[in-house]
């Protein structure tokens, strides 16, 4: 059975506008990602995303939580950059985009990642997994796992997957 990561959020109250909740990494623990229980909630919309891209679709998120349109300016939407990008490089990105406001939201995510590829702060974007027994092709094997898992995923009937 797949777990998730502690960001779950359920905003699917009976007037609430969808379930979210960070992708299930089920397949990295040996199982196989489990489907939507559509007859439990035939109405529910299911929106999921790897947690390791929040920080770049942080506003879509928010927006999609709240329910409002996807054109809504959303404060606080480039927070968590700050958590993965030096000072220096948030500071350039930020005027950057003032001074050069993207038109799509694919624009404003190429432009999020070329600021990363400059001034992401290493270790908080790589993760060292330093466990005894983890080779190499340890890790490569549980990542595959894991990219499997994410795409299954996104095939899920009622699912929507959010990316970068």
């Avoid at 990561?5 to 007037?15: C, F, G, K, N, Q």
């Avoid at 909740?21 to 439990?40: D, H, K, Y």
């Avoid at 070329?114 to 908080?124: G, H, Q, R, T, V």
């Amino acid at each position: 059975m797949p777990t998730t990561s502690p960001e779950v959020t359920d905003a699917l109250a009976p007037e609430g506008p969808a379930r979210t909740a960070s992708a299930p990494t089920a397949g990295a623990a040996g199982g196989q990602p489990e489907a939507v229980p559509e007859a439990s909630a035939p109405q529910a919309k299911v929106t999921v995303w790897c947690n390791e891209d929040t920080p770049m679709i942080w506003a879509q998120l928010m927006r999609e939580i709240s329910g409002v349109k996807a054109s809504t300016r959303i404060s606080g939407g480039f927070d968590l950059l700050s958590s993965i990008m030096s000072p220096e490089g948030l500071s350039r990105f930020l005027a950057y985009i003032k001074d050069h406001p993207p038109k799509t939201e694919s624009q404003k995510r190429r432009i999020i990642a070329a600021f990363l590829d400059k001034f992401a702060i290493d270790d908080e974007v790589e993760e060292t997994l330093d466990l005894p027994g983890w080779t190499e092709e340890v890790i490569d094997s549980l990542s595959q796992m894991y990219d499997d898992d994410v795409f299954q995923i996104s095939k899920m009937p009622g699912v929507r997957l959010l990316t970068p």
